[in-house]
């Protein structure tokens, strides 16, 4: 006999989605997205409905707004966005997940989700704040993590440099860099706000404000004998400066290239030549390699937040309808820290 749809609460008919409307030319606006209400369909066995109160927002999904190939499927016009939230379980068919499980999951951009129980992962949110699953225990902690433990992998006494270093990813991978030995850590943010809070918060023994200009000489005066780490989250001119500030041997982590998201051209890229001679080693990452140490990840993390070695910051957006406005914000940078969205 089938499992029938247990519930603590009044399960909904319809829920409310954010769907791509149309592909951005350049920059997205707000024209690009339509808030759509469709009704909720019944539960198959094997299923669950997550009422979701958090959803998250990243740069990524940029690159799933254009028709392109990539690592990961691009987004539909006139369907559904995706991307991670975080849940209660309000109705289920599955055995493994019961009513009234936190869970985290994919199907963010909508009030309500009906996944398949092997999508959707339980939290322990006595452990963290939800929200925390989408942040620092999340994948943007992941991504940190595995970027100084294995593709640029951080050594004792290192000089660390990171991009977008007020972001969600930046933010938390300063700190683990300190957690990591390093002896100096340098961040880029902008604006005289952001690179306070990186000395005042977040613990980088320097901070570069890209905003105001020469940052080639603010990287020389903040590493005079150069970086051995740079992890990059923006790409174009950051790039550029943080290969040729390297030490012989250093590393660098790609892990994004946010300045060339919605299509600019004309920076000029990193002198390869300059990389090969100093044999510095530029290495790519998805973080969905990195998903089989997700647990290692997490119980370290949740240590560090817990004795505070680790700290956090949210940029919270209120209600489904602000979502876009919160990925628009992202992609200009007025975040610091994570950016989310609270959904009930």
Request: overall charge negative; cysteine-free.
């Amino acid at each position: 006999m089938s499992n029938q749809p247990i519930s603590t609460a009044v399960v909904p008919v319809s829920t409310r989605e954010i769907q791509l409307a149309s592909r951005p030319d350049g920059a997205p606006t707000a024209a690009n997205f339509a808030l759509v209400t469709r009704p909720i369909p019944e539960l198959a066995d094997g299923q669950i409905l997550v009422r979701n109160t958090w959803m998250s927002v990243d740069p990524y999904m940029r690159g799933r707004m254009d028709d392109r190939p990539s690592y990961i499927a691009p987004f539909q016009v006139g369907e559904a966005m995706e991307g991670s939230a975080v849940g209660e379980v309000i109705a289920s068919r599955a055995a493994r997940i019961a009513v009234g499980d936190q869970v985290t999951h994919f199907g963010g951009w909508r009030e309500h989700a009906v996944l398949d129980a092997e999508l959707a992962t339980p939290i322990d949110t006595t452990a963290a704040a939800p929200q925390h699953f989408l942040g620092a225990l999340g994948t943007t902690g992941l991504t940190a993590y595995a970027a100084l433990t294995d593709v640029a992998p951080v050594r004792p006494g290192d000089t660390v440099f990171v991009s977008a270093a007020a972001g969600a990813v930046g933010s938390v991978a300063g700190q683990i860099a300190k957690a990591l030995g390093a002896g100096r850590v340098i961040g880029s943010a902008g604006g005289p706000a952001k690179t306070s809070l990186l000395l005042d918060e977040f613990g980088f023994d320097a901070a570069i404000d890209y905003r105001a200009g020469d940052l080639a000489g603010q990287l020389a005066a903040a590493a005079p004998e150069g970086i051995d780490v740079y992890l990059d989250s923006v790409g174009g001119e950051h790039l550029r400066v943080a290969v040729a500030a390297m030490r012989p041997k250093g590393r660098v982590a790609l892990v994004g290239a946010i300045s060339g998201y919605n299509g600019a051209t004309g920076e000029p890229g990193p002198d390869l030549y300059l990389a090969a001679t100093k044999e510095v080693s530029l290495r790519g990452m998805l973080v969905t390699s990195y998903f089989p140490v997700f647990g290692e990840y997490i119980a370290k993390a949740a240590a560090w937040l817990a004795d505070g070695t680790l700290r956090t910051r949210e940029t919270v957006y209120e209600g489904l309808d602000q979502a876009p406005a919160a990925f628009l914000g992202v992609l200009s940078g007025v975040n610091t820290g994570k950016m989310l969205v609270r959904l009930g």
